[in-house]
């Protein structure tokens, strides 16, 4: 299975932090937000990484091809960021016809990835506890099944999911940008068409300098 993360973000909610170096690229105790989901995913044997790339996309590519270690990365280059769907389309030739793992680049996450089931038709979503930015949460869940209530939700999505490129067949590049989430997810889960499954692994979306604090502090302890 390949993995795609997404690192074409501008991160404007991490300023200044951002001013002169991309998201993925921040660190905590050393190790950058990307390479802490790479690293993870490549525990569980992903060889080949897709990396989309803009706002400050060479810096992403040189931090990364000097660090010794990590499976085959390939970069693609975005003019302007084309958002989560328009990313995926972009990428469709290198991803191939087969399920991939989707990742963003901004959480910091270590899932048990041998609960994804082995047959993925359209998206699995990995859900995580609401946090206190998202108490409302995302979606709720019945047995497998992904459904959005109108009222509060039991989960918020983490950022990690399994998704069938098939998906994507009825959009082209005249879409760019567009948004993964709101376009083709939502449409599915309203459907019944999109499973899921809850994890409890320790999980932060680094949205924020804040949060970008946290993380630094938990690992620090834990470590």
């Known amino acids: 299975m390949k993995a795609m993360i997404l690192a074409a973000g501008i991160g404007s909610r991490m300023q200044p932090l951002t001013k002169e170096l991309p998201k993925p690229l921040l660190d905590i105790n050393g190790i950058t937000l990307i390479e802490h989901t790479i690293n993870h995913l490549k525990n569980y044997g992903i060889k080949e990484f897709i990396?989309?790339?803009?706002?400050?996309?060479?810096?992403?590519k040189t931090a990364l091809k000097s660090v010794e270690g990590l499976p085959d990365l390939i970069f693609l280059d975005e003019?302007?960021?084309?958002?989560?769907?328009?990313?995926?389309?972009?990428?469709k030739s290198s991803l191939g016809p087969d399920p991939f793992i989707l990742s963003t680049s901004d959480?910091?996450?270590?899932?048990?990835?041998?609960?994804?089931?082995?047959m993925v038709d359209t998206a699995h979503l990995i859900a995580t506890r609401n946090p206190d930015h998202n108490k409302d949460g995302d979606f709720s869940l019945k047995k497998d099944s992904?459904?959005?209530?109108?009222?509060?939700?039991n989960y918020t999505y983490s950022g990690m999911s399994v998704i069938n490129p098939r998906i994507l067949e009825k959009h082209d590049a005249k879409d760019y940008p567009f948004d993964l989430w709101k376009t083709i997810l939502t449409p599915l889960i309203k459907?019944?068409?999109?499973?899921?499954?809850?994890?409890?692994?320790?999980?932060?979306?680094?949205?924020?300098?804040?949060r970008l604090k946290l993380a630094r502090t938990v690992l620090k302890d834990e470590n």
């Open 191 to 210: 459907a019944s068409k999109v499973s899921g499954h809850f994890d409890d692994s320790f999980w932060i979306d680094v949205g924020t300098p804040e």
């Open 146 to 153: 992904v459904f959005i209530n109108e009222g509060p939700n």
């Open 51 to 60: 990396i989309n790339v803009s706002y400050f996309g060479e810096k992403i």
């Open 79 to 91: 003019p302007f960021p084309f958002g989560t769907g328009g990313a995926l389309l972009n990428a």
């Open 107 to 118: 959480i910091l996450f270590s899932p048990d990835l041998t609960k994804i089931p082995d």
